[in-house]
């Protein structure tokens, strides 16, 4: 770049204005970067307009106080299209009126000083009379306006320095850095700008290039970001589409099986009612023939009784038999409303994917705009930077370049921005089906532990936490022997698939959670909230008190969960104090949860409710309604009483269809799994796990052999599984 760039190599549309679509006439530039005819501005903008948006990029500028007239003229662009249009004129008509003699004959040269042209005998004398010797360096041959090596250097020095705004009788000799590079002549440094920074235009160019050399050279590391996002967008528009494909396929095929599962129920509720019924007619049979043999002897003394008996058999299996039917018809009516309302659900939920599919498309379609914009912004930005450079015009670049590296820098940020959580964008998120919705009842744990399982996890001293996603990946935190930090994936046999032990004791993770397919979402017992990226190692971590006004000094935060519909992440700590960040770990806003909770030892996030487990506080548990800045309790979770010891909250998780799992503690270490109905906080059951094993936290993950309880313990390196059925 900057190397000495052609006249003939510009592209017609770097000096069209995209208003008039004409070439530009007074080239007015925005701040960023892009440019339009002075006459055209001034008809879009309304009168008295305070603000400007740019037609090509939408970006909304501050107009200044004199309106477009003091936008800044591109001086460089403007010097091209003088060039342009001297190498036009000549080749339309070679006659021009000479400047001295004043005859129309066929030029020679042009002066820029004159800013005219000249016959060859005006040329030759105003090119060696000592009275126009400061003119010679700025004459240009137009013999020279056809060759294919004619560069925009070239014809940059020919220019002169430009006159003064005070005094436009005099040409600038200085720039006053106070006033913005502003060309000055000599007395104007003893009149309105006297005592101001006054600075050589050479030198000050020369630093100015080697400035936006250094910028442009510092933005080129961030193009191959910036231009691969295109190709991620389109994966991720593939993505959504086939994940929508398999989310309504899979529902579809559930409808279907529960669908013929119910059918043979109704017809196994059938055929055990013929069975019933012929059960009935059978024992009827026996009771009315043991009952004609006591009677035979009777039956010649009193036949009435006889018959009284057998209509009350009769009567008898009549009754049974309705009963029978009644609840057969129950049973029936039951299974078939049960499949409506499945149905029903079904039919939301794949609305619901409909939904999520069209508003994700038009994100990913507002995504697609942002970075088409960044890369014109890219090549816009590049190509001024390169033609300025290449022009080596003093003058011209003091006046240009630092509003070229504002755009720059203003770029560079926007491209180093982390990429706006395209797995979001790319899935569908369905809640599970309602408990009771399957007909099946409800979901029950395992009686006892399924596995027991060895974790590979080297160097482990303490497991801190668990999660898991939706595809079934697993991660746990937790310190090594030497009290540093360790991410683990491992698979549901134990293996490890990946550790990385991250340097210095300073992050110590405490809790952690799935904010999308692979990012991690963690928080340190040091305050600081980060993302962890399980395909690179990379990471990202900020401290709570630098981005949080008037951070009580005393805060300190222990736990985490994520609300990957909206992408956020909520910290929870010793407080009533609530966080939640975006997926750029830009603080969105502070809650405070409800009086009667005094901290959130540990939380989950599911359909909109807040699970707070306030382990060191009222040792009690709350399902919490978030509101926009505010909370409510929903409902308490029973606290359970097994044994009459006092337990107190751990760990909280849910499962694919509402249920909700908590791990319960007692001083003694004591732990015991409890699930919880949804819609009110009420125990089903309660599981009591072997006191030998130390555990303190619980996910519920979906296998092949379906879903999964894991919890894993303290300090052996083990990890409990229950099933869910």
């Given at each position: 770049?900057?190397?000495?760039?052609?006249?003939?190599?510009?592209?017609?549309?770097?000096?069209?204005?995209?208003?008039?679509?004409?070439?530009?006439?007074?080239?007015?530039?925005?701040?960023?970067?892009?440019?339009?005819?002075?006459?055209?501005?001034?008809?879009?903008?309304?009168?008295?307009?305070?603000?400007?948006?740019?037609?090509?990029?939408?970006?909304?500028?501050?107009?200044?106080?004199?309106?477009?007239?003091?936008?800044?003229?591109?001086?460089?662009?403007?010097?091209?299209?003088?060039?342009?249009?001297?190498?036009?004129?000549?080749?339309?008509?070679?006659?021009?009126?000479?400047?001295?003699?004043?005859?129309?004959?066929?030029?020679?040269?042009?002066?820029?000083?004159?800013?005219?042209?000249?016959?060859?005998?005006?040329?030759?004398?105003?090119?060696?009379?000592?009275?126009?010797?400061?003119?010679?360096?700025?004459?240009?041959?137009?013999?020279?306006?056809?060759?294919?090596?004619?560069?925009?250097?070239?014809?940059?020095?020919?220019?002169?320095?430009?006159?003064?705004?005070?005094?436009?009788?005099?040409?600038?000799?200085?720039?006053?850095?106070?006033?913005?590079?502003?060309?000055?002549?000599?007395?104007?440094?003893?009149?309105?700008?006297?005592?101001?920074?006054?600075?050589?235009?050479?030198?000050?160019?020369?630093?100015?290039?080697?400035?936006?050399?250094?910028?442009?050279?510092?933005?080129?590391?961030?193009?191959?970001?910036?231009?691969?996002?295109?190709?991620?967008?389109?994966?991720?528009?593939?993505?959504?589409?086939?994940?929508?494909?398999?989310?309504?396929?899979?529902?579809?095929?559930?409808?279907?099986?529960?669908?013929?599962?119910?059918?043979?129920?109704?017809?196994?509720?059938?055929?055990?009612?013929?069975?019933?019924?012929?059960?009935?007619?059978?024992?009827?049979?026996?009771?009315?023939?043991?009952?004609?043999?006591?009677?035979?002897?009777?039956?010649?003394?009193?036949?009435?009784?006889?018959?009284?008996?057998?209509?009350?058999?009769?009567?008898?299996?009549?009754?049974?038999?309705?009963?029978?039917?009644?609840?057969?018809?129950?049973?029936?009516?039951?299974?078939?409303?049960?499949?409506?309302?499945?149905?029903?659900?079904?039919?939301?939920?794949?609305?619901?994917?409909?939904?999520?599919?069209?508003?994700?498309?038009?994100?990913?379609?507002?995504?697609?705009?942002?970075?088409?914009?960044?890369?014109?912004?890219?090549?816009?930005?590049?190509?001024?930077?390169?033609?300025?450079?290449?022009?080596?015009?003093?003058?011209?670049?003091?006046?240009?370049?630092?509003?070229?590296?504002?755009?720059?820098?203003?770029?560079?940020?926007?491209?180093?921005?982390?990429?706006?959580?395209?797995?979001?964008?790319?899935?569908?998120?369905?809640?599970?089906?309602?408990?009771?919705?399957?007909?099946?009842?409800?979901?029950?744990?395992?009686?006892?532990?399924?596995?027991?399982?060895?974790?590979?996890?080297?160097?482990?001293?303490?497991?801190?936490?668990?999660?898991?996603?939706?595809?079934?990946?697993?991660?746990?935190?937790?310190?090594?022997?030497?009290?540093?930090?360790?991410?683990?994936?491992?698979?549901?046999?134990?293996?490890?698939?990946?550790?990385?032990?991250?340097?210095?004791?300073?992050?110590?993770?405490?809790?952690?959670?799935?904010?999308?397919?692979?990012?991690?979402?963690?928080?340190c017992g040091d305050n600081q909230i980060g993302i962890y990226d399980i395909r690179d190692q990379s990471r990202?971590?900020?401290?709570?008190?630098?981005?949080?006004?008037?951070?009580?000094?005393?805060?300190?935060?222990?736990?985490?969960?994520?609300?990957?519909?909206?992408?956020?992440?909520?910290?929870?700590?010793?407080?009533?104090?609530?966080?939640?960040?975006?997926?750029?770990?830009?603080?969105?806003?502070?809650?405070?949860?409800?009086?009667?909770?005094?901290?959130?030892?540990?939380?989950?996030?599911?359909?909109?409710?807040?699970?707070?487990?306030?382990?060191?506080?009222?040792?009690?548990?709350?399902?919490?309604?978030?509101?926009?800045?505010?909370?409510?309790?929903?409902?308490?979770?029973?606290?359970?009483?097994?044994?009459?010891?006092?337990?107190?909250?751990?760990?909280?998780?849910?499962?694919?269809?509402?249920?909700?799992?908590?791990?319960?503690?007692?001083?003694?270490?004591?732990?015991?799994?409890?699930?919880?109905?949804?819609?009110?906080?009420?125990?089903?059951?309660?599981?009591?796990?072997?006191?030998?094993?130390?555990?303190?936290?619980?996910?519920?993950?979906?296998?092949?052999?379906?879903?999964?309880?894991?919890?894993?313990?303290?300090?052996?390196?083990?990890?409990?599984?229950?099933?869910?059925?």
């Open positions: 770049m900057a190397s000495a760039s052609p006249l003939k190599d510009i592209d017609e549309q770097y000096l069209q204005c995209c208003i008039c679509m004409e070439q530009l006439k007074e080239p007015k530039i925005l701040p960023c970067l892009h440019r339009y005819c002075r006459e055209c501005l001034k008809k879009i903008v309304k009168k008295g307009a305070k603000k400007i948006e740019c037609v090509t990029c939408r970006e909304v500028h501050a107009l200044p106080k004199g309106g477009i007239d003091s936008l800044k003229t591109d001086f460089n662009t403007k010097n091209i299209i003088e060039f342009v249009q001297l190498q036009d004129s000549v080749k339309v008509d070679p006659l021009h009126t000479c400047i001295h003699c004043k005859k129309k004959q066929k030029a020679s040269a042009f002066c820029f000083r004159c800013n005219d042209f000249l016959c060859k005998t005006c040329h030759e004398f105003h090119a060696s009379s000592s009275m126009f010797q400061d003119h010679y360096p700025h004459i240009f041959f137009l013999s020279e306006a056809e060759a294919a090596n004619l560069t925009i250097q070239k014809l940059s020095s020919l220019k002169v320095a430009p006159r003064c705004q005070t005094h436009p009788e005099k040409l600038s000799e200085l720039c006053c850095t106070t006033c913005g590079n502003l060309p000055i002549c000599i007395p104007c440094t003893f009149g309105e700008h006297r005592g101001h920074n006054l600075e050589e235009v050479k030198s000050l160019a020369k630093i100015q290039r080697e400035m936006l050399k250094g910028k442009i050279a510092d933005l080129l590391q961030y193009k191959e970001k910036a231009y691969s996002m295109r190709e991620e967008i389109k994966k991720a528009k593939d993505k959504l589409e086939l994940n929508v494909d398999q989310e309504s396929r899979k529902l579809q095929e559930q409808l279907d099986r529960e669908g013929e599962r119910i059918k043979k129920e109704i017809h196994d509720a059938e055929k055990e009612l013929n069975t019933k019924w012929a059960d009935l007619e059978e024992r009827m049979g026996e009771k009315t023939s043991g009952r004609k043999k006591e009677l035979e002897k009777e039956m010649r003394e009193s036949r009435e009784r006889y018959e009284q008996a057998c209509r009350e058999e009769r009567q008898e299996a009549d009754l049974n038999f309705r009963k029978l039917k009644e609840e057969n018809t129950k049973v029936r009516e039951n299974l078939e409303s049960g499949l409506r309302v499945m149905n029903n659900e079904i039919q939301e939920m794949l609305a619901s994917i409909r939904t999520q599919k069209n508003e994700n498309a038009k994100k990913i379609e507002e995504l697609s705009d942002h970075f088409d914009s960044i890369v014109k912004k890219f090549e816009n930005v590049t190509a001024t930077a390169d033609r300025i450079l290449a022009a080596q015009n003093d003058w011209t670049d003091v006046q240009c370049i630092p509003d070229v590296c504002r755009a720059v820098d203003l770029l560079r940020e926007e491209v180093k921005r982390d990429n706006p959580g395209m797995e979001n964008l790319s899935g569908v998120r369905i809640r599970g089906l309602s408990a009771g919705v399957t007909v099946r009842g409800k979901v029950g744990i395992s009686e006892d532990v399924e596995s027991i399982i060895d974790l590979h996890i080297k160097e482990s001293k303490y497991i801190t936490d668990i999660t898991s996603n939706e595809d079934g990946t697993i991660v746990i935190t937790g310190l090594t022997s030497a009290w540093q930090t360790y991410i683990a994936v491992i698979t549901m046999g134990g293996s490890l698939q990946q550790q990385n032990i991250l340097p210095g004791p300073g992050l110590n993770i405490v809790r952690c959670s799935f904010l999308s397919q692979f990012l991690i979402a963690a928080v990202r971590f900020i401290n709570l008190s630098d981005v949080i006004m008037n951070c009580p000094t005393n805060q300190q935060v222990c736990s985490i969960t994520t609300d990957p519909v909206n992408g956020h992440i909520i910290v929870g700590c010793y407080s009533r104090d609530v966080y939640v960040f975006n997926s750029k770990l830009e603080h969105v806003k502070t809650m405070e949860l409800p009086d009667v909770i005094q901290g959130a030892g540990d939380i989950a996030m599911y359909e909109g409710k807040l699970f707070v487990c306030d382990s060191s506080g009222t040792r009690r548990a709350f399902a919490v309604a978030l509101k926009q800045t505010a909370s409510e309790v929903e409902y308490e979770f029973t606290k359970p009483t097994l044994g009459g010891s006092d337990w107190y909250p751990r760990s909280v998780c849910t499962d694919q269809n509402g249920y909700i799992y908590m791990l319960w503690e007692e001083w003694s270490g004591r732990s015991l799994i409890v699930q919880y109905t949804k819609d009110g906080g009420q125990i089903e059951l309660e599981r009591e796990v072997d006191r030998t094993h130390d555990v303190r936290a619980i996910t519920a993950v979906q296998t092949k052999q379906g879903e999964k309880l894991l919890l894993p313990t303290r300090g052996t390196k083990k990890l409990l599984t229950y099933g869910l059925t």
